[in-house]
Structure formats: C-alpha cells, structure tokens
DNA sequence: TTGAAAGCGCTAACAC
DNA sequence: GTGTTAGCGCTTTCAA
C-alpha cells in the first residue's frame, strides 16, 4: 500500500554542501536576511531548489519557539456549521492572510460546548502561536484560560463585556438597519424578527438593531434553535395583529419562514415579505428567491488573522475598515 | 493589547526536577512506556499537571521526524463549499478519529485549482505527516507528485483509474438507486439529472448508477457548475417529452429545479417530483420539504483519517463497512 | 529501574 | 561577508 520511496529528506547541511557554503549562509539566504552576497543567495536558492528542500517546519518552530500556525477551534455542531454562510468564507479569508505569511490554519472541530481543553492542549503543546475566537459569549470561559496563560488572541466580533484581548468587527448590525429599510420603503410595518439562538452576540446586535429600525409598531421577536427551526418559523408568524413581513439573521431562516407561511396560507412575497441575511448561495437558488443582506465575511477573516499575527508579533493591529454590508434585493420582499 | 505575561513555559527538565527524576523518565512515563515504576510514573505525572507542562509538539516532532498532523487541501471555491454538505460532515469525522489519537487537522483552503505547491510546502517542510485528498480527478496531477515525494495518502472516494494510493468510499452509489427507485415506486417513468460539474468522480458514479437505475426511459443529464445552476435547472426541464421527476446530486440543485418548475408554472409534487441528496439541513426547510439521501460522512471522514493514520504508521488500513444511505423522503415527491 | 548523553534540523550569536 | 558553535525541548540508545 504505501507508495514510494520512503526518501530521506534533504537538510540544511545538504543545502550548504551542494552550495558550498556554510549551513548560516543557507538559513540567512532562505530567511531574506543580509549577510549574503547576492551571487551567494543566488547559488544557495539553487541548490535549495534542485534539492527540493525546505526548512523543516519543526526545526524552525523549536528554534524560534513559536509553530508558524494558528488554531481556530469551532465547538458547533456541524449541521450547525453546515448552515451557516459564515463559517466557510470566513476560514477562506483567514487563509487568505496565513497563507503569504507562511502561517498554517489548524482547524478543530468539537462536540458544542467550550471545548476549553481543546485550546489548553493546542495552546500547551505549542502547536499554535495564537487563537482567532468566534461564537464568543459573555462570559466566556475562554478568557480566564488563555488571559492566564499568556496566549495571543483575537475576538472575531464586538464581545460585549470586558474584553482582555483586542477584536475585530465587521459593519453587520447595519445590514439590519438596510434589511428593515428595504421594508419600510416598500410600505412594511409591522415587521417580525426571527432570530439564531440568543446567546450569540450577533443575534443579539442584530436584534437590538432590528428593535430600533422597526420601532414601536415592530413584531414579535423569536430565536430559533437549529433544531426547532420550523417551529421557530411558525411561532414569529403566530398571533395578531399579523405581520407582512419578516426579517431573519440567516438565509435558512428565511426559508423556514417561507415555508411556515405556506403552510399558512400565505404567499411570498404577496402576502408576507421575508429577508434573509448572508446572502448564501441558497438566496439565489430559493423560490421565491431571497432578498438577503450581504457582508464581507472573507475581509472580515482576513483581518482577524492579520490582527492575530501582529499580535503573535507584538505589534500593533493594522486597521481595518470593514466594508458596508449590501442588501441584495430580490424576490421575496415586494411593496405590501 | 497583549495579555497576560509572557510566562516562559515549563520544559522537561522541570517537571524531572519536580519529581526527582531524570528526563528521560518522564519522557518515558508522559509516552506510557514500561521502564518506570508505578509510583514514579504517577509522581512524575503529578508534577506534569502541576507545572501544566505538555511535550512540546516541534520538539517531538523533530526527533520522532512526525509531526502528529494530517494536511486537508481545499481547492474549491468558497461558494462551492457553503453549498456541499459533505465537507462540515467529512470534517467532524476525521477530527472524530484524529483527536483521539492526538493528531491535529491542518486545513488549507486554496482558490480553486490543482493547488500542487499548497501539497509540496506541506509536505516538504515536514508540516504534516500525509494527506486525505478530495475531489478526485482523473488524471489526478497531485497524485505524481505525492507519490514521488513518498507522502503518505489515502483518498476519500473512488478514484477511477490506477491510483498509488489507498483509498476509502461510502456507498453514496446506492443512494442514486434508492432515489431513483423511490420515484419508480411513485409511478414515475421520465427521471431527469441534475448534478454537479461532471469532472468530480462522485458525480459520475451517481449518473452512472441514474442511468442504469432510470432505464430506458430515462430523461435528460445535465451538469450545473456552481455559476450556472439556476440554467441548468431549466434545461434539465426543458424539451419534450416532459418529465415527471428529476434527482439530483445535492439539495441545493434539488431547490434550484423546484425553482425552474415554479417559474414554468409546474407545482411541486404535484407535477413534478424532485429528490435531492444528502439530506442538508435545508432539505427540511424548504418548501415543500426536499426529499433527499442521506450519506454519513462522517463516518467517512473518521475511517479517511483512520486509514491515513494507519498509513503513517506503516499498516494495513483498518476495515471499514460503511453504512447503507438512506432514503428521507418528505414533501418533494409524490405519486404522479 | 534510572541517569547521562547524543542527536533531530534549524536559528542566531559570535568570531573570523 | 562568511564560518563556528551553542542551544531550542524532546526521544532514545547505552550504561550504571
């Protein structure tokens, strides 16, 4: 079953003898620094090249002392994270930072929960130099542990708290603001909220915000638990005076409004108007098709790593000016 | 912005010194060898928890030359992966087994592509001890290159053609069968395809096993790219004789069809049935609620990783028996 | 059963 | 500008 041959890796001392040069040489031309005659660099890469050698990753980690990666640990279930929009192009913009630097992702995933071992270990066994935080809650037991221990941090979002380390945020809370906008200029009021569950704190800017745009005369408000979205749907639906429209912190969301609608006798958007937030593929592919807000997620994971790394750096965070959110209009929000 | 105090990290020496043992007995004890005693191996590991100390992971893995992580390449448009259930799923799965055995996941999201260097620096900087590799194609350019360079490698599906490596695959083929013979039970006859762009092997299994399965009377196959889905629904309707039901390969195309119906003024069941695979989440939520097939991948990612492990250390792949897919069927489909 | 010591491959002082 | 050398923290012979 295993194939090839099990070829000893080149070294550094194999690099320096095919240049002719010292193993210091090689480390100081590989790694840009001056000291090297360009001719030498120049003859040192070569040999490098046909060798088709690399520093070892666990040489260098155990000299600098750091890993050269960074861990993201997502204790969700996965048809959570199958869900949500969020997830997937927020690691494609992680990596899109990681990448030129020569930083690698390690990605957990565990069982819902804090999962407070799973940074110790990372964290203990040096296998990372730094953690991005997601999904964080108030409080979080995360902070005390990695606080204490030294690690560096970032918070992708606004942790609403004291919070011991720094944090990036995108502009999403005025997606709402655009989502209940877009309903209001068609005529809505009476408009419902339906929520993922509360104890995120994008759910609950999200909220605040909706509470705010939708003022006095907004509906009912309701979270949704991924297991009970459906009913979830029918209960922000429920009740009198009824609603025309709805807007949701996710596209499946939306949907399962749509669907509870249906079952209800109401049509989308001629009855009632649905938004949904992401803008995930699925908008597009929906019937009726799902207006939705869309927010810059790659960007956003873009930042939380390049703030990461110049916090493993000592340095400070380069800024970041997050785009504004664009509400994508499409079929299921009409003039009531 | 940095929190915490730099605390330098506790080596070895410090715990043998704690315990009153040399280095070596703790390495010893920490890797459950024989060689200590009981009381020794316990006052040692008590002096390990006290300090906090774990093997440091890049010093392990310079003189164990491994270093206990598995590489993952995604090359693949975000956008593509939000709307593939498989990949969350294969990803809890692998972790099911890769965390156990205290290995890490080093995932690397690459824009979309053969993505050969993202493998050869994993590789040669000795980051990673083997791959799992996904969406296989054929000829499948990274299969020379890890071959060559001696990486161990086992493949998620059924690569068609030689492959150097091991390879593990579920019985999603038999999922085609139950779709297609859930509508043939139905009363249907004309069973179109949609599926996925026709380069991924799983596709084509699926099409085959379609074709085989649908008869003669089969209706068209058509292929949607990512970009184009919405097209592709329509032409998978279009053209005479009508049909009566289409399976798809996922649920996301199976809501795009549902789409297509609804715009040429078909109902769903009612006139058409359409029937998704791998039973996402959004199966339930849309409306009507997809029928679709549901596939552990799960267990696939844990007997992928399970069989690289295995690899890495020089030994037969462990059996895997994978589960029967099952049919959910729900509102998409009905008798015709 | 335990201790001493030699590396693993690299980086970074420090001489030359 | 270039070479020498001492570690980084651990595993693993080899002696004691």
Redesign the interface.
């Known amino acids: 079953?295993?194939?090839?041959?099990?070829?000893r890796?080149p070294t550094i001392a194999d690099v320096a003898r095919r240049a002719g040069v010292s193993q210091a040489a090689v480390s100081f031309a590989v790694n840009g620094r001056p000291g090297v005659s360009p001719g030498t660099r120049e003859r040192i890469l070569a040999a490098a090249r046909e060798l088709?050698?690399?520093?070892?990753?666990?040489?260098r980690?155990?000299t600098e002392a750091r890993?050269r990666?960074i861990g993201l640990v997502l204790a969700r279930d996965?048809?959570q994270?199958?869900?949500d929009?969020f997830?997937?192009?927020f690691?494609?913009g992680l990596?899109r930072t990681l990448?030129p630097a020569g930083y690698?992702?390690?990605?957990?995933?565990?069982p819902a929960g804090p999962a407070l071992d799973a940074y110790e270990?990372?964290a203990?066994?040096?296998?990372v130099d730094g953690f991005v935080l997601t999904d964080v809650e108030v409080p979080d037991a995360r902070f005390e542990l990695?606080?204490?221990?030294?690690?560096?941090?970032v918070i992708a979002g606004h942790p609403a708290g004291e919070s011991?380390?720094?944090w990036v945020e995108t502009r999403h809370a005025e997606g709402m603001d655009a989502a209940v906008a877009h309903l209001r200029e068609l005529g809505h009021e009476r408009i419902g909220f339906l929520g993922g569950p509360a104890e995120y704190e994008h759910v609950q800017v999200r909220l605040a915000r909706w509470r705010e745009a939708a003022g006095e005369a907004a509906g009912r408000a309701v979270h949704a638990r991924?297991e009970h979205?459906?009913a979830a749907a029918r209960a922000v639906l429920a009740g009198a005076p009824a609603l025309t429209a709805v807007v949701c912190t996710s596209d499946?969301l939306a949907?399962?409004v749509?669907?509870a609608a249906?079952e209800a006798g109401l049509a989308v958007p001629q009855d009632l108007s649905v938004a949904g937030f992401d803008d995930?593929?699925?908008a597009?592919?929906?019937?009726p098709?799902l207006t939705s807000v869309r927010v810059d997620y790659?960007e956003f994971g873009a930042a939380a790593a390049a703030a990461l790394l110049a916090?493993i750096a000592?340095e400070?965070?380069p800024a970041y000016s997050p785009s504004a959110p664009a509400l994508v209009a499409r079929a299921s929000t009409a003039r009531r």
Chains 1, 2 share one sequence.
Do not use: Y
């Open positions: 079953m295993s194939a090839g041959a099990p070829r890796r088709g050698w690399r520093p070892s990753a666990s040489a980690a155990l890993a990666a996965p048809a994270i199958e869900l929009s997830f997937v192009r690691l494609a990596e990448a690698a992702l390690l990605l957990q995933l565990v270990r990372l203990a066994e040096g296998r990695l606080a204490e221990a030294g690690t560096p941090v011991p380390f720094p991924p979205v459906a499946p949907m399962a749509v669907a249906g995930s593929p699925l597009a592919l929906a019937s098709a790659g916090a000592g400070p965070a």
